[in-house]
């Protein structure tokens, strides 16, 4: 009667009805104040609820009362109170994950992250436990969604190896569960039952009769699929033994379980079971995998790229998988083995043929490995077939071919560039380099024309770069390297006579710039190069002392 008046909402009642509901005699019926603080709650009417759950305070350590107190207080915009309360319910409730990210959440609202922080972390204390109480369920703060919230508030205060270390456990546990689901789902192998149901039918015999001795009569296919589940029956033993022996050998309690061990077995839950579904988790795998590169944690960058682009095709956009092939690009030059990392690099190149910043990042992922993919050649020659005009594959190949010395189809390949790019330095300096090392050949007839060709080449580039200090020295060398010495003492003059300033070094996009840094003033100045090469000169020529004053 009482709860079907409060579902009608008659409210100006409720003192005279409930007036039996006093603190004095609210000890005897704890139920019927529950009950009807309860309705009031669902009903919205939060300031009456609060009434009776005060009513209740005090009756027993009850973290849900609490709880629905501080939710109350919540509800009618009294913050304070309701963090007070919420604290009360987690020292009754210290296992809650929803009282704790609710407090969490006020806690930032109120911009008390550090706080918020230590609501989400276990103390050292609790942490030590975690042995110890192997057999419970999982702890609170192993949960997906504290582990969530407290990287959030990490990635907010730019505390990146706090933030990786919050969630990369959880990231890839989840990952890796999705895998293994993914190919029980796959597999879909028979059970052990109907592998031995069907043995029986080769160590099947007739007794009692005259056909003793004698196997049942089945088809062919019946018999070559008994035999095939032998010899299935037969590996799944010798597997199970090994792993007993290994089990033994590493001082582990090995128990026999004669359960069918090809059903699929029942999978724990992921951390964070809408992980390549979620929107917003795409967001944080990505930044996940940037903080992680920036940790130089390559390995594991690229392990969480590889499992989301296998695992999340159908599911991720187009952007956000184009941003991680790139991100994976950009790792496959920092790690020890970049082969991992071209597949990557490949497809950046695929979407971008005519970007140099794209080559340049493949290229260097390329010139890293000590034997070059036949895929890598593949590529250039597919991608100069597909895209003739794209200048960046053409120079890749001059410069293979210039490393092997040939330079014959070198100076082919970088003509084929200049063709397309003329007032480009690098193709000029590139064609004049080939030709002067083509010209020093034994087997050229014509090698005074070759000659002046790669010079007019180089003088070309001089004039492009606006009589650069670069530019000079790389005409001094060529005249050096031609053994001209006097032109080339010239050149060397002129270049100490240029003092170059420092520019900033290109690097590629994201890369980090940790070393880039550190590098000693006037690193762009050639005049130290100049000067040795010019007191080289001098010295063979004999001329000590102007060797000594360079």
């Keep these: 009667m009482r709860c079907s008046l409060v579902h009608l909402k008659y409210l100006l009642f409720l003192p005279s009805i409930f007036s039996v509901l006093q603190r004095e005699n609210v000890y005897e019926h704890p139920h019927l104040a529950r009950e009807v603080a309860d309705s009031l709650m669902a009903l919205g009417h939060y300031k009456y609820a609060l009434k009776y759950y005060m009513m209740l305070e005090g009756i027993g350590e009850d973290g849900g009362l609490h709880l629905r107190i501080a939710q109350c207080y919540l509800s009618v915009n009294d913050r304070g109170r309701a963090i007070?309360?919420?604290?009360?319910?987690?020292?009754?409730?210290?296992?809650?994950?929803?009282?704790?990210?609710?407090?969490?959440?006020?806690?930032?609202?109120?911009?008390?992250?550090?706080?918020?922080?230590s609501i989400l972390s276990p103390c050292k204390s609790t942490d030590s436990k975690l042995g110890l109480n192997s057999d419970k369920t999982k702890p609170w703060w192993l949960n997906g969604k504290i582990k969530l919230e407290l990287s959030r508030i990490y990635k907010t205060k730019g505390m990146t190896e706090a933030f990786v270390d919050a969630i990369f456990p959880s990231v890839r546990e989840s990952l890796f569960l999705e895998t293994i689901q993914q190919k029980v789902r796959a597999k879909k192998s028979l059970p052990k039952s109907v592998l031995s149901e069907r043995v029986k039918l080769l160590d099947a015999h007739h007794t009692g009769?005259?056909?003793q001795g004698f196997r049942p009569v089945a088809s062919t296919s019946d018999l070559s699929k008994a035999?095939?589940?032998k010899k299935l029956l037969q590996k799944k033993a010798m597997v199970k033994e090994a792993k007993k022996a290994a089990a033994m050998a590493a001082g582990l309690d090995w128990k026999s379980d004669n359960s069918d061990e090809d059903s699929p077995q029942a999978m724990r839950d992921p951390p964070l079971p809408n992980l390549l579904k979620d929107e917003e988790h795409h967001h944080l795998i990505i930044d996940l995998c940037k903080s992680l590169a920036s940790l130089k944690r390559y390995w594991e960058a690229i392990e969480v790229i590889n499992l989301t682009l296998?695992?999340?095709?159908?599911?991720?956009?187009?952007?956000?998988?184009?941003?991680?092939?790139?991100?994976?690009?950009?790792i496959a030059y920092n790690i020890t083995d970049p082969s991992h990392g071209w597949d990557y690099a490949r497809?950046?190149?695929?979407?971008n043929p005519y970007s140099f910043a794209t080559w340049n990042c493949y290229y260097k992922v390329v010139s890293r490995l000590e034997n070059r993919y036949s895929k890598h050649n593949k590529l250039l020659h597919g991608m100069r077939v597909k895209h003739k005009d794209s200048i960046p594959p053409i120079i890749i190949s001059g410069h293979q071919l210039s490393m092997i010395s040939q330079h014959q189809a070198a100076a082919r390949e970088y003509l084929e560039a200049y063709k397309l790019m003329p007032d480009s330095p690098l193709v000029n300096l590139c064609v004049g380099t080939a030709l002067i090392n083509l010209a020093l050949g034994l087997r050229l007839q014509n090698k005074h024309r070759c000659l002046l060709q790669g010079l007019a080449f180089l003088y070309n580039n001089l004039r492009l770069c606006e009589s650069s200090q670069e530019a000079l020295y790389n005409i001094a060398r060529a005249y050096h390297h031609l053994g001209l010495?006097?032109?080339?003492?010239?050149?060397?003059?002129?270049?100490?006579?240029?003092?170059?300033?420092?520019?900033?070094?290109?690097?590629?996009?994201?890369?980090?710039?940790?070393?880039?840094?550190?590098?000693?003033?006037?690193y762009c100045d050639l005049g130290r190069e100049a000067a040795y090469n010019l007191h080289l000169i001098y010295k063979t020529s004999g001329a000590l002392d102007l060797a000594r004053q360079v």
Excluded: C, W
């Design 347 to 351: 497809h950046v190149v695929n979407q």
């Design 209 to 211: 009769d005259v056909f």
């Design 310 to 330: 296998k695992l999340a095709s159908n599911t991720l956009s187009v952007e956000k998988g184009e941003e991680l092939r790139s991100l994976g690009a950009q």
């Design 227 to 229: 035999s095939r589940a």
């Design 84 to 117: 007070k309360y919420l604290y009360t319910a987690l020292r009754v409730m210290e296992d809650s994950v929803d009282a704790r990210l609710t407090l969490a959440s006020l806690l930032l609202d109120e911009d008390k992250q550090d706080e918020a922080i």
């Design 485 to 522: 010495v006097t032109l080339a003492a010239s050149y060397y003059e002129k270049v100490l006579a240029i003092h170059e300033k420092d520019y900033p070094i290109p690097k590629l996009p994201n890369e980090n710039p940790v070393g880039m840094d550190n590098r000693n003033k006037n």
